[in-house]
Every structure is written in C-alpha cells, then in structure tokens.
C-alpha cells in the first residue's frame, strides 16, 4: 500500500496540545512507510474562522519538523488544499448522492426541527431526524440545506486501534451534508476530500468513532473503499477524568515555544501521550520515533497531560543538545531568553555563563531570573542571609568575619581558575570549622542573591576575581 496520510486542522484560534498530536501520529507513520502527508485546511465553519489562524499551523508544524509532501505552500497534485476552495468539488459529489436517491434539499426550518425534538424529549425517545424526514422536498441548490437519506442497517467495522466494532441500525440517521450557505458540513467534506486525495489512513480523536456508521453510510452510498481508520485516545486533562480543554490550563504551543520548550522535548512528550513502544526508554529522537512508531502500540485509554513530567523532558534535551552537539549549538536556541542586560556583555562571555547553568534549565526562559547575577549587581537582601536554615543560628559577627576570611583567602588566589578556586575553598572549610553547607551558602547568597546557583567555584570563576571579592566585601560591610 503506498501510505497516504493527513492533518486536517480547522483555522478556528491556537493551535494546542491535542490538535499538533493528530498531526505527529500521520506524520511519523507516512516517514515510516515512505508514504506522504497532506496538509489540508478544513476552513468550511465561516463563523468560527479565525484570521491568521492557518499561518500559526504551518508555523507550529515547521517548528516541529513535521514537514508536509502536500498542501498550502508546498502544493502537489490534489489541491486545492483549503476546504473553502472547493465548493464545486463537493457540490458534485453530492449530486452523485442526489441522483441514486440518497440525498435531498430539506427546507424545513430549525423551529420546526426544534419542535422535534422537543416531541422526543416528552416521549422519552431518542431523536432522529430521519422519522421527521420530509415527504416532499424541492430540487436542491445552494441555499437550501442537503440531507443524507439514511437506510438503517448494522455496520462491522476494525478500526486499527479500538479493535473490531459493530453498531445496529439506531445511530444511522439524516445528517446534513450541505449547509444552507453551501458549504459541507464535515461529515460530508473529508469524506469527498479524503477520497479524491487518496487518502488511505484517517487518524483522528477517538470522539469521531460514535460517527463512524454515518461515515460508512455515505461511503458506501458513494461506492467508496474506507480508509483505515486510526481512533486515537484522548488526552485527559491533570485530573485524569475529562478530555483536556483550554479551562485545565493547557497552553498552545506556541506560548510553550515562548517559555523556551525545544521542539525535541514537544515532539517527545506529545508522541508520549497515548503511545509506548513497551520499553523503558522516555527520550527519542525524531529519527528514533519514525523507526519505532506502530500503530498496534497506541493506547486504547486516555493519557494523562502532565506538564511538570513535559519540563523534565525538555530539561533532558536541554542537557543532551549541550552534551551531544555542544555550547554554541545550545547557545544558538536562547536568542530571546536572557536578561535584557545580558546583552550588554559578550556572547563569549554570556556563553559561559550558559556552560555552568544548563544543566539547571527546565525551559529556556528560566535564563531570565537564573542568570541576571552574572550581569548586574544583585539586590542586598539580608534576610536571605540570617534566614537561610544554615546562617540562621550564626550571629552576625560571625558571618562578617566568615566573609572576611573568605575575601582575604580568595585574594591569595593568583591564578583565578575553577580548580584553583576550589582548592581554596577546601582549605577555608577546615581553616574555620565550618560545613560546606554553612560556608558555601554563605559565599554563595552573598554573590549572588539568588536562590539557588551552579557550583560554588564555577560561579565564582565566571564572576570573575574583581566582582566576586567586590560582592564579598560589600556583604561583609552591610551586615
């Protein structure tokens, strides 16, 4: 089977978490396959468009590394490619449906459908239009809504994750393919868009799957083969009992791409959310996920969105970009994330700030806050001294002269590197008695006053001698 798969996102506002999954799964299965990926706009909901919208897609799909064979920008041989520009297209499939019999123009207006249904809820049956149907009904055109005529029957099917499935004939009913503006509806349009593109796996949220006899209706009406159908498990929101929505607190992507999470780390985690390769492993390369992804290895059951264990993976790939490909090539990944007076130094120098306090990073914009001790004098904040659990029972005679011996062994050091800094540290430890918690958080707060920082002797080396025994001293004379 030559693979043809696609992403069909409606340009309806951001792009988040669950809708850039539905395009990883197609795009990891068409690599693997040497097959294609479509990107097709399915913009026929006019209320809900959003301008601008479809840019964010491409742009947060480019982010990602999910290139498309087919689609805007890229084009190919079954365009076009926004849903809104092929009206035609649909109008002629549903003429097909018109002429065997198993479509009609409905005028009836929504009041009377309200009624309905209204007569269902007292009678305490399920509503279906199709026992409502129209005995008479005019030439349909546009303007006029177009509705299924449904002929009840079972429908057997194997979706290719959720197993064998079967329906009875109570779920098939009259749904309207064309809406009274004329444009499909989306039961309608992926189906003909789907099938003129020659697409043979549909992947898509598992709430599609109480439609499916609908969509096997009209395939079959059309004398069309299905593709394969792909339901994937939704991803629940941290409480693990609804589907994830924007009300849980899920960012789009494109606010975790301005918080510094790498595309790696996205990819990773999202690809993780209903699927497992039955290993240990958590961190893959795209290449490594192309190579292992199955279809016969995605859950059936929902993932739970975790974004504390997403931060945990992008602070893994922070750490393997700076392992693997080295500093200039994470380096490379922070423009936009250091402190805006980080900018008044050098790159060389903002570079080794970079080397001593990657491995500390969850997001990139943590640079922010981390690291503007390194380019501007903290602000003296004595209470973090005298309320910092290992100061805390030293008077403040002691920590004056804890300091002062600190600034007159550091000065001694000719040589002002991080091993030589740390030989005299070791040598202060036992000079004075004191632990390395209490001495080395001492020093720490008081160049830096800052919560937490790199190593001792790295922070002092990058400091350099005439900030660090400046910072010394200044503490020393305020306390």
């Known amino acids: 089977m030559n693979v043809i798969t696609r992403f069909a996102p409606s340009p309806t506002g951001y792009i988040h978490i669950g ?31 959003v301008e601008g919208a479809t840019d964010l897609i491409e742009d947060t799909l480019k982010w990602l590394g999910l290139d498309w064979d087919e689609g805007p920008i890229v084009g190919g041989d079954h365009g076009p490619y926004f849903q809104s520009e092929r009206l035609e297209i649909y109008h002629r499939w549903a003429r097909k449906l018109i002429e065997s019999g198993r479509a009609y123009a ?28 129209p005995t008479e009904t005019p030439e349909w055109e546009p303007g006029i809504p177009l509705r299924f005529k449904a002929e009840p029957k079972d429908y057997n099917w194997t979706d290719a994750v959720m197993g064998d499935m079967h329906t009875g004939p109570e779920v098939l009913d009259d749904i309207i393919l064309i809406k009274k503006d004329g444009y499909p509806t989306y039961n309608f349009a992926h189906i003909v868009d789907d099938a003129e593109m020659g697409v043979t796996h549909i992947m898509r949220g598992v709430e599609y799957l109480s439609s499916t006899p609908n969509y096997l209706a009209i395939y079959e009406a059309l004398g069309l083969e299905h593709p394969v159908f792909v339901s994937l498990p939704h991803i629940l929101a941290p409480t693990g009992n609804k589907k994830l929505g924007k009300r849980d607190g899920a960012k789009s992507v ?30 893959y390369t795209k290449e490594e996920l192309i190579d292992k992804f199955s279809l016969d290895k995605i859950q059936t059951s929902g993932a739970r969105y975790d974004e504390t264990k997403l931060y945990w993976m992008n602070g893994q790939w922070i750490r393997r970009i700076f392992d693997e490909q ?39 914009a943590d640079l922010r806050e981390m690291t503007r001790y390194f380019f501007e004098e903290p602000k003296l904040d004595l ?30 050091v000719s040589d002002w590197t991080a091993d030589n800094l740390q030989n005299a540290l070791n040598e202060l430890l036992a000079e004075t008695d004191k632990k ?40 020393a004379r305020s306390i």
């Open 383 to 412: 209470d973090m001294l005298v309320n910092n659990k290992f100061l805390k029972k030293m008077s403040e005679s002691e920590l004056e002269s804890l300091l002062k011996a600190t600034v007159a062994k550091l000065t001694a």
């Open 326 to 364: 080295g500093c200039s090539a994470l380096y490379d990944r922070t423009e936009g994330f250091w402190p805006e007076v980080a900018m008044n130094s050098s790159e060389d120098y903002r570079k080794k700030v970079l080397a001593i306090i990657y491995d500390r990073l969850k997001v990139l």
């Open 106 to 133: 409905d005028p009836t207006p929504a009041e009377k459908i309200d009624e309905y249904r209204r007569e269902c809820t007292e009678k305490k049956v399920p509503f279906l239009y199709r026992n409502f149907r």
């Open 436 to 475: 390395p918690a209490e001495l080395f958080s001492l020093i720490r707060i008081a160049v830096s006053f800052a919560p937490f920082s790199p190593a001792l002797n790295l922070t002092l080396e990058v400091l350099g001698r005439e900030t660090s025994l400046a910072r010394l001293n200044t503490v």
């Open 254 to 283: 494109t606010e975790y791409r301005d918080d510094g999470v790498l595309p790696e780390a996205m990819l990773n985690y999202l690809v993780s959310l209903g699927w497992n390769d039955g290993t240990e492993q958590e961190i």
């Open 19 to 49: 809708n850039v999954r539905s395009a990883i799964y197609p795009y990891l299965f068409a690599r693997q396959n040497d097959g294609k990926m479509i990107l097709r706009i399915e913009d026929t909901d006019r209320e809900r468009y």
